[in-house]
Nanobody
Framework: VQLAESGGGLVLPGGSLRLSCVASGSIFSINAMGWYRQGPGTQRELVARITSGGSIDYADFAKGRFTISRDNAKNTVALQMNSLKPEDTAVYFC??????????????WGQGTQVTVSS
């Protein structure tokens, strides 16, 4: 089972980016999917997560600026980030709780994608 992120990059303050993550492999079902981030010298922190039923949690810093969505049929989760600030600069990681076809439940991380907000 693997997660692959895309969509990071360099953006000006006030700009937008859309991150995408797709899960692949021997997947039976996916429960929660989410995004975390880790800035320089900081601990990894939750950005947003969404359950298979559509329940969503956002970190306070993400509320009103970021929107998480998922496509259960395609095993994808996306994060639309607007009004980006320099303090949003971090490596963004996709995470999913996946039940495999062998009925093992795994907490899986993607490799991360760099988001840099700078003028």
């Amino acid at each position: 089972v693997q997660l692959a992120e895309s969509g990071g990059g360099l953006v000006l303050p006030g700009g937008s980016l859309r991150l995408s993550c797709v899960a692949s492999g021997s997947i039976f079902s996916i429960n929660a999917m989410g995004w975390y981030r880790q800035g320089p010298g900081t601990q990894r922190e939750l950005v947003a997560r969404i359950t298979s039923g559509g329940s969503i949690d956002y970190a306070d810093f993400a509320k009103g600026r970021f929107t998480i969505s998922r496509d259960n049929a395609k095993n994808t989760v996306a994060l639309q980030m607007n009004s980006l600030k320099p303090e949003d600069t971090a490596v963004y990681f996709c995470r999913a709780t996946i039940t495999t076809t062998g009925r093992a439940t795994l907490g899986t991380w993607g490799q991360g994608t760099q988001v840099t907000v700078s003028s």
